[in-house]
Antibody, heavy 120, light 106 residues
């Protein structure tokens, strides 16, 4: 059973870079044809897909955030990471990591989510 | 981008009711449509994938149908634990998009 766990600072100052890591357990991050995504949800609002990384390291990003987002993978640690630069209060949200088993698959597995607040 | 529009945005119902939530895509997505249930403070939970396939462990009162641009999620007989927010999601192409959610209330 694959499990995902987000970690990172819960508070980030405006204009700084938000950095989160998702640790995968119960399976190798580089096995199969999995895609590893980040999704966020502001309080009381809907879900927004941020982007994803394939096991090969190729990435897809949401055009609305593309200029500020970098997703990377560290196969030695079985982790993938999110960096979102130049954050504002609008980036305050619960951030989830999630897995698609293959291209165009649903998100079968999700992390529990981590709240990141952007405030000075 | 493919936009996903859910209706209604909120819905009041009672235990035992049959409920239908609809999701419309701005262009054809074949059957690449998934449904999730989310309860407060929890991650979304996959209910239906590929428009009509029931995820393992999900009660059979949940069902999905549709293809192309129009899809439905049906709950045949509401149970107390079904009161939650429901999201549709297209996995046809990036950027992946979700519907705005349907809040199902007692």
């Amino acid at each position: 059973q694959v499990q995902l766990q987000e970690s990172g600072p819960g508070l980030v100052k405006p204009s700084q870079t938000l950095s989160l890591t998702c640790t995968v357990s119960g399976g190798s991050i580089s096995s199969g044809s999995s895609y590893w995504s980040w999704v966020r949800q502001p309080a009381g609002k809907g879900l927004e897909w941020i982007g994803r990384i394939y096991t090969s390291g190729s990435t897809d990003y949401n055009p609305s955030l593309k200029s500020r987002v970098t997703i990377s993978v560290d196969t030695s640690k079985n982790q993938f990471s999110l960096k979102l630069s130049s954050v504002t209060a609008a980036d305050t949200a619960v951030y989830y990591c999630a897995r698609e088993a293959d291209y165009s698959n649903p998100f079968h597995y999700w992390g529990q989510g981590t709240l990141v607040t952007v405030s000075s | 981008d493919i936009q996903m529009t859910q209706s209604p945005s909120s819905l009041s119902a009672s235990v035992g009711d049959r409920v239908i939530i609809t999701c419309r895509a701005s262009q054809s997505i074949s059957s690449y449509l998934n449904w999730y249930q989310q309860k407060p403070g929890k991650a979304p939970n996959l209910l239906i994938y590929a428009a009509s396939s029931l995820q393992s462990g999900v009660p059979s009162r949940f069902s999905g149908s549709g293809s192309g641009t129009d899809f439905t999620l049906t709950i045949s007989s509401l149970q107390p634990e079904d009161f939650a927010t429901y999201y549709c999601q297209q996995s046809y192409r990036t950027p992946i998009n979700f519907g705005q959610g349907t809040n199902l209330e007692i």
